[in-house]
């Protein structure tokens, strides 16, 4: 039997608790899998004496995650403690800078410094892991890091925020608004107090900018996404979504096209009948498309402490099989050094299909006009649906667009704008492809 | 630069052939990825002159396969001969005894020797990789291995045979027979001139039963499977399924229960609201539910030469990264010296919920005497459906039980046959939970 291998856990909250009890409770199913054992011989948090139900006495103490990344008897360090700066980044810079092997499930950091943390691991041979940074407990990064060798992406897109699909869900099963939805939603913890990292897409978009570079071996550039939140999906756009079959889900999408690289989050119309379209509540889902396997799609829980222990226990028994001398591949798949500067596609170049929901004023001649300035900017109609006048004297006109650009319907939606039909702004949502 | 790892390729038909292309064409991103060039060092086919769109005259070439494993300057023998015992066995055997890595795609070899060849790879200190032996494309082999470390699996199932859900999938979207359906699959090449391998549940078994030993950690028993294929599936059963909420699927199931573990291969009733129902087509499907995750979901193509390929080269990538003195994960996930005998569940003990299907003659008492049968065996009935006497003086009466077992409902339906109302042997479709 080998030695055992040395585990450091910064932060020991939710997530550092549920892999300390994992580490602690399956000690001979993880030492036959590894062929030695995982032991848990540092540990760091804010509060000494919390009940964390695992017995940590064995483990050396640690007030300062830096000091135990600097110091503490280990091979590996788990940073659990979160931020894109602050300790979460002194601490696994310190842990790299010495030769350790590193596992973090912090999206922040990585969106925000992964590509200069990636090359100092490359440098120093060790293996950066972050299996629970994207997706939870699904499998994502391994994927598209080891089992998806020699095949080119062309689109990753997934559900990539428990917080926005458990709100979405709920609106349609249930038939409520956003604004009680996600006040329940918050008292059910599904939510924070401040939920805005959430609703309006900035969590979807850090996990998507790895995705993204994993996917196209660019340089991580999460500033550069566009990113449009849930918080006015409507009633209305669920019902007519519905109608017209498919389903509403806050996707992040980052897909190679002709003038560069497509990295956007916005509520997406999917096919109902489609696998993502019944993804639903917190669960979360991938899909990747490649030129030789084609689409696949993984789902599972993407949050919560056990879902989140699962990847990186993952990823620590993955270290734990590991040998010295062994040459790990790239943290994001390309040597981070040969990651290429991401270029960016202008949004207003996207291609696909639109839905429309337009309110108007039961007048003659407005669907005319309507209808005008689709034919003006070359749209073509896969179909149209009008609600009768209700009381108010206002009339929904939705409209399903074949296939054309960000740019004509933006000119389109303008141009009814100025004509002064509408009473309302225009709903503009995405239609996204999917298997 | 290390130095280049050497690939034999056994077999060059649509598998093998689409490994030679990829590893051809995608000379760079591999190297990139693995840190060292992979090479086609020597093929062995049946036929040499055939076209196969790839230059392999770099490549030594041999006529036996056998010598291939035996005698050529590779590290990696990569099997696609197919067959579970012959040149395939003989072969794979040869290139452990040499201390060789092995990648294949050869469930039916695996299902029945693939606990002794996983000793001889252990002993030797070598890999055999066998991600596209299941689901093709879909990366479960490596997520059940590595990526799931830790957890304890409760139930694994899956769609595993592209052929059954093609059919399965046309007969619910176009309304045609079973027979229709399935000559039509033998003109488009996705079902055999013979097809009882594939649509009487064998296929699926193979690979069930190497589900089973990397969920379980028992050996391989293929034999013991229960295994109903999908040729009695009729447009009745579809329809009523449909209108009770469910979708009809050949489902292999591995399940840990107080008796023991079943394994079974049947057609089964799953909710139309679910993920898995949506997997249409040639495409494959599993589901993996542990006690830490919860549960995991992957859907991709399942065949196919380059979904398989796809699946072998990641395989062959995963060694090309490794090193010597690399000390290896087990091949199914236990130590082969550990696997566990197989503990077989009775199917009788099964317990779930049933789709029972009966073509009754239209008189009094006929309803009454079939609930009092269910009664008798404290079967407690969900939902029941009665559709009115066509012409022929028949009634179709379709009931659905709650959890129940395998041996009250062949009680109630042997006595309900008994009762002489029946005009039709009794349809059973089991119904399994699925999210």
């Known amino acids: 039997m080998a030695e055992a291998l040395r585990v450091g856990i910064a932060g020991l909250g939710t997530v550092g608790a549920s892999v300390a009890r994992v580490l602690a409770h399956k000690t001979a199913e993880l030492t036959r899998q590894c062929g030695r054992p995982i032991e848990v011989a540092a540990v760091s948090a804010r509060s000494r004496g919390k009940d964390r139900q695992v017995d940590l006495s064995a483990a050396a103490w640690f007030d300062d995650p830096v000091a135990l990344a600097e110091q503490a008897e280990i091979d590996v360090f788990v940073e659990l403690i979160g931020g894109d700066e602050g300790p979460a980044l002194a601490s696994v810079k310190a842990a790299l800078a010495r030769g350790r092997h590193v596992v973090t499930a912090n999206k922040a950091l990585l969106s925000r410094h992964g590509v200069a943390l990636a090359e100092m691991a490359e440098q120093k041979g060790v293996l950066l892991n972050y299996e629970a940074a994207v997706a939870g407990g699904i499998p994502v990064i391994k994927t598209m890091r080891?089992?998806?060798?020699?095949?080119?992406?062309?689109?990753?897109?997934?559900?990539?925020?428990?917080?926005?699909?458990?709100?979405?869900?709920?609106m349609e099963a249930e038939g409520i608004s956003f604004d009680d939805c996600l006040k329940d939603a918050q008292r059910l913890g599904y939510a924070e107090a401040d939920p805005t990292f959430d609703i309006e897409g900035h969590d979807t978009a850090h996990k998507l900018s790895i995705l993204t570079a994993l996917a196209f071996g660019t340089?991580?550039?999460?500033g550069d996404i566009y990113m449009e939140g849930i918080s006015n999906i409507s009633q209305a756009d669920i019902r007519a979504a519905a109608e017209l079959g498919y389903r509403i889900k806050l996707l992040g999408v980052a897909q190679r096209t002709e003038s560069?690289?497509?990295?956007?989050?916005?509520?997406?119309?999917?096919?109902?009948?489609?696998?993502?379209?019944?993804v639903h509540g917190v669960t979360n889902a991938v899909a990747i498309e490649t030129d030789i396997l084609g689409e696949l799609l993984l789902s599972g829980p993407g949050a919560g402490g056990n879902a989140t222990a699962?990847?990186?226990?993952?990823?620590?028994?993955?270290?734990?099989?590991?040998r010295p001398g062994f040459q790990h591949g790239p943290v994001f798949g390309w040597p981070a050094k040969q990651l290429k500067p991401y270029k960016r596609a202008l949004m207003r170049s996207h291609a696909g299909g639109y839905f429309i929901r337009l309110t108007v004023l039961d007048r003659t001649g407005v669907f005319a006009a309507i209808a005008k300035r689709m034919a003006d900017n070359d749209i073509s109609l896969e179909s149209i649906v009008?609600?009768?006048?209700?009381?108010?004297?206002?009339?929904?006109?939705?409209?399903?667009?074949?296939?054309t650009t960000e740019a004509a319907v933006r000119k389109a939606t303008d141009g009814i704008t100025k004509d002064?039909?509408?009473?309302?702004?225009?709903?503009?949502?995405?239609?996204?492809?999917?298997?």
Do not use: W
Request: charged share 20%; proline share 3%; net charge positive.
């Open 146 to 170: 080891e089992a998806l060798a020699g095949n080119s992406v062309t689109r990753v897109f997934g559900i990539l925020n428990g917080t926005c699909n458990y709100i979405l869900t709920r």
């Open 219 to 222: 340089r991580i550039s999460a």
């Open 260 to 278: 560069g690289i497509e990295q956007r989050v916005h509520p997406t119309m999917v096919p109902t009948a489609s696998v993502i379209a019944q």
């Open 310 to 322: 699962s990847a990186v226990v993952g990823d620590i028994a993955d270290i734990a099989k590991s």
């Open 386 to 403: 009008q609600h009768s006048a209700g009381a108010d004297g206002q009339k929904t006109v939705i409209l399903v667009t074949h296939e």
């Open 420 to 435: 002064g039909h509408l009473t309302d702004k225009p709903q503009v949502i995405r239609i996204e492809r999917a298997g």
